[in-house]
C-alpha cells in the first residue's frame, strides 16, 4: 500500500495539471463575428487545441449572413490567429480536420516551405498569404 503522502502528492499534481490544461484552453484564441455589428451573421472560432506550429480551431456557424461577408470573417480571422501565434504571414488549412466543424490550421516559415514538415496531413497543401487580406480586414474592425 502507498503511503498517504505520496497518493496527496499524486492528487495535488493531478489537480495542477488539470488546471494548466484549463487555463491554457481559456487562453487559446477566440474570433466572434458579433463584435463587427453584423446581426446577419453570428459565427465563432474557437481555438480547441494548440501544437508547436499548428491550431485547432472549432468553428461554430449559427447564421452565416451573406457569403462573401462570412468567408472574409473567416479569412480576417484566420490572419488574426496567425499574428498571435508568432507574425506568421503564410498558412495551410485543412477544413473538417481533424473532425466536422473543425479546421486544421498550420503556419509556415516562408510560402515554399514544405507544409508536410509542419504536419503530413498538409501535404499537397498550398500556402496562403493572409496578408492579402489586409485591406479587407483593416475595414471590419
Known sequence: MKPLRSHVAQH????????????????GFVSD????????MDIVMTESARGARTSVID????????????????AC????LARQRGGFRHIVKLEEQPGRNQ?????LDT????????DPRF????AIDVEQFAPIC????
Do not use: H
Not at 463575428?33 to 446577419?40: A, D, F, M, Y
Not at 479546421?103 to 503556419?107: E, H, I, S, T
Open 103 to 107: 479546421m486544421l490550421v498550420g503556419f
Open 59 to 74: 468553428i461554430t456557424i449559427k447564421s452565416v449572413g451573406s457569403s462573401v461577408g462570412s468567408s472574409f470573417f473567416i
Open 111 to 118: 510560402a515554399d516551405e514544405a507544409p508536410e514538415r509542419i
Open 77 to 80: 480571422s484566420l490572419r488574426t
Open 123 to 126: 501535404a499537397g497543401q498550398r
Open 138 to 141: 483593416e475595414q471590419m474592425k
Open 33 to 40: 463575428s458579433k463584435r463587427l455589428g453584423n446581426s446577419r
Open 12 to 27: 495535488a499534481l493531478l489537480l495542477s495539471l488539470v488546471a494548466t490544461s484549463v487555463a491554457s484552453r481559456a487562453d
